[in-house]
């Protein structure tokens, strides 16, 4: 069996800058994924054009829209970059302009040119879980995230925030208070005998 070695982090990309290249479809799809998941996110789109959609989303969390052709000028500064134009040429050259400065990049439904993916996300409250089918099934990843949806129950939070609470009161060591809150919250999971 294959084994996916990605690496999950959770990004505060309203601390990084993010670059979209793009104003198609994808890219309105690439930036309302974005949006969803962190509405503060700092992003830049360039493209010769928008749709209207994209545009009035962009306007709503302060998206800079740049109408123009892509230019390794537009990474300066800039994190992240997702490259979803419709010429492949234009995409590989992103890509090929990030690696060359360091910057991660994803070029959308193009695996071999992506430092990360842009999986299914399930938010509730403060837990958020990512799936991810390492780029080989998006719509694997959207249907978990749609059972993830269904299970995970909406008072999830209260919960977090309680545990939180309590974990606050615990004493002792770190190993102490780790072994405390497992002991607490060993009921939340089935375990097998």
Request: charged share 25%; hydrophobic share 35%.
């Amino acid at each position: 069996m294959e084994r996916n070695e990605l690496y999950p982090v959770f990004l505060k990309v309203n601390n990084l800058k993010v670059l979209i290249v793009g104003g198609g479809n994808v890219g309105l799809e690439k930036l309302t994924f974005l949006l969803k998941s962190s509405p503060n996110a700092q992003v830049q789109m360039v493209a010769p054009e928008f749709l209207s959609d994209t545009l009035e989303l962009a306007a709503a969390h302060h998206v800079e829209i740049t109408e123009d052709l892509y230019q390794e000028k537009y990474l300066e500064g800039k994190h992240m970059v997702v490259a979803c134009t419709d010429k492949p040429e234009v995409n590989e050259q992103v890509y090929h302009d990030c690696r060359k400065l360091s910057k991660l990049v994803n070029v959308a439904d193009n695996p071999p040119f992506c430092d990360f993916y842009m999986g299914g996300i399930v938010t509730k409250g403060n837990v958020k879980v990512a799936i991810s089918t390492n780029g080989q099934s998006p719509t694997t990843a959207k249907r978990l995230r749609q059972f993830f949806e269904d299970v995970i129950p909406e008072n999830i939070d209260d919960l977090v925030k309680n545990l939180n609470e309590y974990r606050k009161t615990l004493k002792g060591d770190f190993e102490q208070k780790v072994e405390a809150l497992n002991e607490f919250t060993k009921g939340l999971v089935n375990q097998k005998d």
